[in-house]
């Protein structure tokens, strides 16, 4: 079997493939670990760590501690080097362990059963009886400004930073646009987004924009919402970005750089898709089914190339899958329970369907919410906003969905996400005693919410 990429849908699907005993080899052209590890999801947590760790220190004199704080960027950032070198070094390690051969190339196919692999200035052909592509995506790039590295700036440049700009323009309030902006507000940059529709984390609950609006606020950031980034250039060693709204009023914004985190592209143009006949959807994705095989029963995509949520324990759960069904395994996707988190301050994490989306799907939904401000534990850490909620069908109690705004929200996520993939009622639930103080308290409270038991919501 041939996996092209070593991100979390390819390393995985080698892994997995190789614990099912075939001969796999997986091919990688730049790092082990792909995006999420190496220019995404760890770095950019390592950086929320950090950014927390100064605002925290700065901002903790009404608690009878003060602290003067000097943030050393590049230090910051070695640091977070060395946490992605330590994970991506375990990943190498990891698929050894399991046989898995592998190739620092690239790539590409030649036809229904050969790849060609170009590694070392050398090229050689692999026949394969499988192929499964985890080629991720990369940042769509917003015409006009095509990343440069110092003036324009993508999501991997803004983690490489090695000093806390005075100023940044982020253009985005998506989750890597709100992500980012916040750890920089935090390290001490005067943060503006520009964003073309009227909130922060525009597909979310408005109650759920508005708690990370607010907080982001707080911490000095700037919105321009219903704003388009029309156009830049170079001014005082720094950036004038014009933003235009749709009645064309033009506003110029000045500041060291612009951010631009405007979404991600699938990566379909690396490995010859012609060659197999393959074409990417309206979307830009590689059209898959309900065990991630291609329109060629032999060959697989999984990860950001199938499509959204781009997300990397999506990816993981995809190249398992696709790893079982080539093993013989009855496996299949269902992405009922698919989690998904944006580290904020506070997190959100949401999983399942919404209010709206679980009437639109015919059921009768009932919901329960607690607040953040009735929970002792949230009131210890200094974290009043924000609010559980737990969305059911009420005649059958089965739980549907949550969307929580909260600290350590991914963490809490999990047990409603368990939830919906068992199969669980609300009373099942709230009748789980959970520990005191926690902020777990309020999951367990707002599924008694929706059964009207709750005893501290009113
Ligand atoms: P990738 O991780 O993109 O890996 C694809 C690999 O394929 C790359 O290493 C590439 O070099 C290789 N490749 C491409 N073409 C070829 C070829 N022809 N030959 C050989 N190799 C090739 N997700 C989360 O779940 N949580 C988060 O907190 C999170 N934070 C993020 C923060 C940022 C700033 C970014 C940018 C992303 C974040 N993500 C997060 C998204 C996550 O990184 C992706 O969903 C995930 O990496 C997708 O995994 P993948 O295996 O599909 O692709």
């Given at each position: 079997m041939l996996v092209i990429g070593a991100g979390p849908g390819g390393y995985v699907a080698a892994i997995r493939a190789a614990q099912h005993g075939l001969d796999v080899t997986l091919v990688e052209k730049d790092a082990y670990g792909g995006t999420c590890l190496n220019y995404g999801c760890i770095p950019s947590k390592a950086l929320v760590h950090g950014g927390d760790v100064a605002h925290e220190a700065r901002t903790a004199d009404h608690l009878?501690?003060?602290?003067?704080?000097?943030v050393d960027l590049g230090r910051l950032v070695d640091w977070k080097d060395g946490i992605v070198d330590q994970l991506t070094g375990g990943v190498e390690g990891l698929c050894k362990a399991a046989g898995v051969d592998?190739?620092?190339?690239?790539?590409?196919?030649?036809d229904e059963h050969v790849a060609e692999i170009d590694a070392d200035g050398e090229t050689r052909t692999l026949g394969f009886?499988?192929?499964?592509?985890?080629?991720?995506s990369r940042p769509l790039e917003v015409p006009g400004f095509e990343p440069d590295g110092g003036y324009v700036l993508d999501s991997r440049d803004a983690l490489e930073l090695d000093e806390v700009p005075d100023s940044l323009i982020v253009v985005g309030a998506g989750y890597i646009g709100m992500e980012l902006s916040t750890v920089l507000a935090k390290l001490g940059t005067d943060v503006t987004v520009v964003e073309m529709f009227d909130d922060v984390l525009p597909m979310y609950d408005d109650?759920?924009?508005?708690?990370?609006?607010?907080?982001?606020?707080?911490?000095?950031?700037?919105?321009?919402f219903g704003e388009l980034a029309a156009d830049w250039d170079e001014r005082d060693e720094g950036v004038v970005v014009a933003t235009e709204t749709e009645d064309g009023d033009i506003t110029e914004l000045s500041a060291d750089a612009v951010l631009v985190v405007a979404g991600r592209d699938p990566v379909t143009d690396t490995v010859n898709f012609d060659a197999l006949g393959i074409e990417p959807d309206d979307d830009g994705c590689v059209p898959t089914d309900a065990q991630g095989r291609t329109d060629l029963d032999h060959v697989f995509a999984v990860g950001d190339i199938a499509g959204e949520p781009m997300l990397a324990h999506k990816a993981s759960y995809e190249g398992e899958v696709a790893a079982d069904a080539i093993a013989g395994q009855p496996a299949t996707l269902d992405h009922a329970a698919m989690p998904a988190a944006v580290f904020t301050d506070p997190e959100v994490a949401t999983v399942g369907l919404t209010r709206e989306e679980a009437a639109e799907a015919g059921y009768s939904p009932v919901v329960g919410q607690m607040p953040m401000a009735g929970n002792g534990r949230a009131l210890t850490v200094e974290a009043d906003d924000g609010f559980a909620r737990i969305v059911a069908d009420e005649p059958t109690g089965r739980v549907l969905g949550a969307q929580i705004a909260a600290p350590n929200a991914s963490e809490l996520l999990s047990?409603?996400?368990l939830a919906i993939e068992q199969g669980l009622t609300l009373s099942e639930l709230a009748g789980t005693v959970h520990t005191h103080p926690t902020l777990s308290e309020t999951v367990m409270e707002a599924a008694?919410?929706?059964l009207g038991e709750a005893i501290h919501t009113r």
């Open positions: 009878g501690i003060d602290a003067d704080v000097d592998l190739v620092d190339g690239a790539a590409q196919f030649v009886e499988y192929a499964i592509v985890a080629t991720g109650d759920i924009s508005r708690v990370i609006r607010e907080r982001a606020t707080e911490l000095g950031i700037d919105f321009r047990e409603i996400t008694a919410d929706a």
